[in-house]
Antibody
Framework: EVQLVESGGGLVKPGGSRRLSCAVSGFTFSNAWMSWVRQAPGKGLEWVGRIKSKIDGGTTDYAAPVKGRFTISRDESKNTLYLQMNSLKTEDTAVYYC??????????????WGQGTLVTVSP | DIQMTQSPSSLSASVGDRVTITCRASQSISSYLNWYQQKSGQAPKVLIYAASNLQSGVPSRFSGSGSGTDFTLTIRSLQPEDIATYYCQETHSAVFGGGTKVEIK
């Protein structure tokens, strides 16, 4: 059974940092493209960024609002995905989901999701 | 950047009704379009990928169509368990539409 379990959320002051983790199981993590998607309270979904599998280069892509502030990384030995968030702003307040991208499908849907972890950025 | 516009933003329909949600891309995205369902308090779940392909395990009352810039998600006969917000998403920049909240009348 595929499982993705996020952790690391909490209350952070503006300008602060936070690292989220996503522990995965039930599939070959090293082959997976992984993304983070966030959802501000009462709002819609927003893609944050992705990291490709090492075999596909291991490169990262980010959405414009977080580029230069957020960094996605992965530790294959721990089957864990990370999201390092720096210079946090109040508008980064959201539930953060980790997801897998089904790269074997033409449109690469996000097919497995974690339960999400809430990050609140507030003075 | 590609923009994805969904309509309506919300709708209310009766059980058994046919429900249609549209999604328009600001430029052609071929069939690189996915649909998700998000129930209250839950993570999203993919329903349709590549515009018209039903994800495994999704009831056949859900269907998708379209290509280029205009796409449609149809629920053939609305059921109480379909109460949720639905999102379209394009592949290239992973942009989501604003969502359509579906309620029972």
């Amino acid at each position: 059974e595929v499982q993705l379990v996020e952790s690391g959320g909490g209350l952070v002051k503006p300008g602060g940092s936070r690292r989220l983790s996503c522990a995965v199981s039930g599939f070959t993590f090293s082959n997976a493209w992984m993304s983070w998607v966030r959802q501000a309270p009462g709002k819609g979904l927003e893609w944050v960024g992705r990291i490709k599998s090492k075999i596909d280069g291991g490169t990262t892509d980010y959405a414009a609002p977080v580029k230069g502030r957020f960094t996605i990384s992965r530790d294959e030995s721990k089957n864990t995905l990370y999201l390092q968030m720096n210079s946090l702003k109040t508008e980064d307040t959201a539930v953060y989901y980790c997801t897998t991208e089904a790269t074997y499908r033409l449109s690469r849907p996000f097919d497995y999701w974690g339960q999400g972890t809430l990050v609140t950025v507030s003075p | 950047d590609i923009q994805m516009t969904q309509s309506p933003s919300s709708l209310s329909a009766s059980v058994g009704d046919r429900v249609t949600i549209t999604c328009r891309a600001s430029q052609s995205i071929s069939s690189y379009l996915n649909w998700y369902q998000q129930k209250s308090g839950q993570a999203p779940k993919v329903l349709i990928y590549a515009a018209s392909n039903l994800q495994s395990g999704v009831p056949s009352r859900f269907s998708g169509s379209g290509s280029g810039t205009d796409f449609t998600l149809t629920i053939r006969s609305l059921q109480p368990e379909d109460i949720a917000t639905y999102y379209c998403q394009e592949t290239h920049s992973a942009v989501f539409g604003g969502g359509t909240k579906v309620e029972i009348k």
